[in-house]
């Protein structure tokens, strides 16, 4: 796998006052990252798995490891990337090999719910399990007045400035919201009360407060929306997996304005602009 660069440009669709132009974007890169740690006299063990943007990966890992396992500069003893299947450099899986054992015993509490830390299975869980059809459902200005009772409903971060939101509203009846100190349960608290109230998000639109990352657009395919819409950026990973989702992504929004990365379709003023984004 050759190594990543940490920032991808890729084309984009721009509308502001209702004129639409095409233009390139940079999109930071997210990548999994595999760690294990090795010492004489043990085979390799997995350490944990997180998202990161390429680059100083060693330090990543022995970062990680300082703060979680004590490992300080006298323990290591090399770092390196993995070799991969036909022999090949895998840039996504570090060794630390320590010149001691220590004991790896991580916390198994989660500070957020991304549900992708951690685990070892990281790469397989990148995967949409179905694609959606985005439909031209959605005009601009929906969204605009959508995002307007999005800023009016989010009491926590009126009050104290901290909190994330996240604003679903399904094909028919009310929006949803969810508030948290963690963008991802923000979207899964506004999922859960979806879920708890009988509603169907098939081809419904998230609203979120913060970037609009890989994880979140997962979430949000997984439920059956086919719509984001962010005040800030996606990464690279989600706009390929939103291509690959049938998701309409949609960030930097504000009044009068949006970036658009994905299946154009979704929105009717951008209808017939989708081949631009392929």
């Known amino acids: 796998m050759p190594l990543a660069h940490a920032i991808e440009t890729r084309r984009?669709?721009?509308?502001?006052?209702?004129?639409?132009s095409v233009s390139v974007d940079s999109l930071i890169q997210e990548e999994p990252l595999v760690i294990d740690v090795e010492w004489p006299g043990s085979a390799a063990t997995h350490?944990?798995?997180?998202?990161?943007?390429p680059g100083d990966d060693f330090a990543l890992a022995v970062g990680l490891l300082a703060t979680e396992a004590a490992v300080t500069s006298q323990d290591v003893r090399q770092t390196r990337y993995c070799v991969g299947p036909g022999n090949t450099q895998d840039y996504n899986k570090v060794t630390v090999t320590l010149r001691n054992a220590v004991e790896l015993t991580t916390s198994p509490i989660r500070p957020v719910s991304c549900g992708w830390c951690g685990?070892?299975?990281?790469?397989?869980?990148l995967e949409?399990?179905?694609?959606?059809v985005a439909q031209p459902s959605y005009s601009f200005?929906?969204?605009a007045?959508?995002?307007i009772e999005f800023d009016q409903r989010q009491r926590n971060f009126h009050s104290t400035g901290a909190?994330?939101?996240?604003l679903l509203q399904p094909r028919s009846g009310e929006a949803i919201l969810g508030e948290d100190v963690g963008r991802h349960n923000a979207l899964d608290k506004a999922i859960?009360?979806?879920v708890l109230d009988g509603v169907p998000l098939d081809g419904g639109i998230a609203l979120l407060s913060g970037r609009a990352g890989s994880d979140l657009v997962l979430k949000a395919a997984r439920v059956g929306l086919t719509h984001i819409a962010s005040v800030s950026a996606p990464t690279a990973l989600a706009v390929k997996i939103a291509n690959q989702a049938g998701i309409t992504l949609l960030g930097f929004v504000r009044p009068g304005r949006f970036n658009l990365y994905s299946h154009a379709e979704g929105i009717t003023e951008t209808y017939d602009a989708t081949r631009v984004l392929r």
């Open 145 to 147: 007045r959508l995002f």
């Open 141 to 143: 200005d929906q969204i």
């Open 119 to 125: 685990a070892e299975d990281l790469v397989a869980r």
């Open 12 to 20: 984009v669709i721009k509308y502001q006052d209702g004129t639409i």
């Open 163 to 166: 909190s994330h939101a996240a």
């Open 128 to 132: 949409p399990r179905s694609s959606l």
């Open 47 to 53: 350490f944990t798995t997180t998202m990161r943007t």
């Open 192 to 194: 859960g009360h979806s």
